[in-house]
């Protein structure tokens, strides 16, 4: 059974109706399939089997304590960007010794607390981050075990915004300067290099970039090992697509068929860090349509999911399907195909009540007539959802709710004013009067 499915018109989250959910939590309301979360750990899990992989689930797309500590639970390590990150992996039972650091600008404080921590290994991106590195870890009496990223220059053929694995992008270095600078960890006895780390963007969605840049990391793992490094982990990042829309994103055994076979010819372990394919189609976002409003030739679904729940649209142009939770009759679940005419609806622009033309989850989207009050289903919103949520507006952010069968429960509850105002209201002058 898919985790989000129709069923006599309503629509469930494995089997508890999203609507009752809605009524008793409020919305707008972030929701996820335990189910879901871990047949997709489980899918990278199985096909990378051969390799030993160490999967690291990448904690920026989804960072809820419950989610980590469900995915630690069975089998997930981490990949974390901040020493924030690294603490709620901690806070959530996921082992340190089973993280790896990634980020372009690491603070020493950071670095010391993720050697403390004994991280697997820092995936590195500059030159100065490696001097940075070898001080922190040499004023520590420790030797800090790291990656190097390398950018293979592929285009990972996605927004241009989420694409890093090129030469322009900040990320990572360049692959011809790699071997050079990889000469130069040998003089930094505070390092030692025992991976190289890869990440070539977001959202892939053909498996041709990953095999163009595996093969360009074998031959640098051959060279970085006649330089002496015991290279062991070989770091292919995360970045595999999911359907947004429909069937677009490959599966992950085909991204598997063309890896597997070339990292298996160095004998390193794999390292993945997948974030969007976990968590991405393993949640949604329900909110509740406030008023209609219809201005020209447009109709607008004004309704209290806003950018601040969910700013993808506004950030990167992303599209979220949009559906009713409760279809009316007549109508299908969630149409294979938003680009066909689909009769008895008519488009809309689905839209929040932030004060930014900016804010919109859809665009002339062919939606039933929808009401006041009427729930509408905004789906794969599981990654890069709710981490990036703010309280712009003054807006409490979102609850969210973990289900597993028939239970529901809160992982995350809904913000208060309090909690809003609270590192001000101290420092407010007496009121006059
Ligand atoms: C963002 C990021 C990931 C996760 O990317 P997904 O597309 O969500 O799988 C993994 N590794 C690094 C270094 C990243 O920056």
């Given at each position: 059974m898919e985790p989000f499915h129709y069923q006599d018109h309503q629509l469930y989250c494995e089997s508890v109706p999203v609507a009752r959910l809605a009524e008793t939590y409020g919305t707008p309301l972030y929701i996820y399939s335990r189910a879901a979360l871990l047949e997709q750990l489980q899918a990278i899990q199985h096909a990378f089997a051969a390799l030993k992989p160490l999967v690291c689930f990448s904690v920026?797309?989804?960072?809820?304590?419950?989610?980590?500590?469900?995915?630690?639970?069975?089998?997930?390590?981490?990949?974390?960007?901040?020493s924030g990150e690294l603490h709620r992996v901690q806070t959530a039972g996921g082992d340190p010794g089973k993280?790896?650091?990634?980020?372009?600008?690491?603070?020493?404080?950071?670095?010391?607390?993720?050697?403390?921590?004994?991280?697997?290994?820092?995936?590195?991106?500059?030159?100065?981050?490696?001097?940075?590195?070898?001080?922190?870890?040499?004023?520590?009496?420790?030797?800090?075990?790291i990656a190097l990223r390398?950018?293979?220059?592929?285009d990972p053929k996605t927004h241009r915004y989420i694409s890093t694995g090129k030469k322009q992008s900040k990320f990572g270095m360049d692959i011809e300067r790699a071997e050079r600078?990889?000469?130069?960890?040998q003089a930094l006895p505070g390092l030692e290099m025992i991976g190289l780390h890869m990440h070539i963007g977001s959202q892939i969605t053909t498996?041709?970039?990953?095999?163009?840049?595996?093969?360009?990391?074998?031959?640098?793992?051959?060279?970085?090992?006649?330089?002496?490094?015991?290279?062991?982990?070989?770091?292919?990042?995360?970045g595999f697509g999911i359907a947004y829309r429909g069937p677009e994103a490959k599966a992950i055994s085909d991204f598997a068929k063309v890896i597997v076979p070339q990292v298996e010819s160095t004998g390193c372990r794999l390292v993945l860090e997948p974030g969007r394919v976990i968590a991405g189609n393993s949640g949604l976002l329900v909110s509740r349509v406030i008023f209609t409003?219809?201005?020209?030739?447009?109709?607008?679904?004004?309704?209290?999911?806003a950018m601040n729940d969910l700013i993808r649209p506004?950030?990167?142009?992303?599209?979220?399907?949009?559906?009713?939770?409760?279809?009316?009759?007549?109508?299908?679940?969630?149409?294979?195909?938003?680009?066909?005419?689909?009769?008895?609806?008519?488009?809309?622009?689905?839209?929040?009540?932030?004060?930014?033309?900016?804010?919109?989850l859809a665009k002339d989207r062919p939606l039933p007539p929808l009401h006041r009050g009427d729930l509408l289903a905004i789906f794969s919103a599981g990654a890069y959802g709710m981490v990036m949520a703010s309280n712009y507006n003054t807006r409490p952010?979102?609850?969210?709710?973990?289900?597993?069968?028939?239970?529901?429960?809160?992982?995350?509850?809904?913000?208060?004013?309090?909690?809003?105002?609270?590192?001000?209201?101290?420092?407010?002058?007496?009121?006059?009067?």
């Open positions: 920026k797309a989804n960072s809820n304590l419950s989610l980590l500590q469900l995915l630690a639970e069975h089998g997930s390590a981490f990949d974390v960007v901040s993280t790896v650091f990634a980020g372009v600008g690491k603070t020493d404080a950071e670095i010391k607390a993720a050697i403390e921590a004994g991280v697997l290994m820092f995936n590195v991106e500059s030159e100065a981050e490696l001097e940075a590195i070898n001080q922190v870890a040499l004023s520590m009496g420790r030797v800090a075990p390398v950018n293979p220059d592929v600078v990889a000469r130069h960890v498996v041709e970039p990953y095999a163009g840049a595996v093969a360009k990391g074998v031959d640098l793992i051959s060279r970085f090992r006649a330089q002496g490094h015991p290279i062991a982990w070989f770091n292919m990042g995360g409003k219809t201005s020209g030739e447009k109709t607008f679904l004004i309704q209290d999911a506004a950030l990167y142009e992303s599209f979220h399907k949009v559906w009713p939770v409760s279809v009316p009759a007549g109508l299908p679940a969630p149409p294979a195909d938003f680009e066909a005419e689909i009769p008895g609806t008519a488009p809309c622009d689905v839209v929040g009540p932030v004060c930014e033309s900016g804010d919109f952010r979102a609850a969210e709710i973990l289900v597993e069968g028939d239970q529901a429960r809160v992982v995350r509850r809904r913000e208060t004013l309090d909690d809003l105002l609270g590192p001000e209201q101290e420092f407010l002058k007496p009121h006059a009067g």
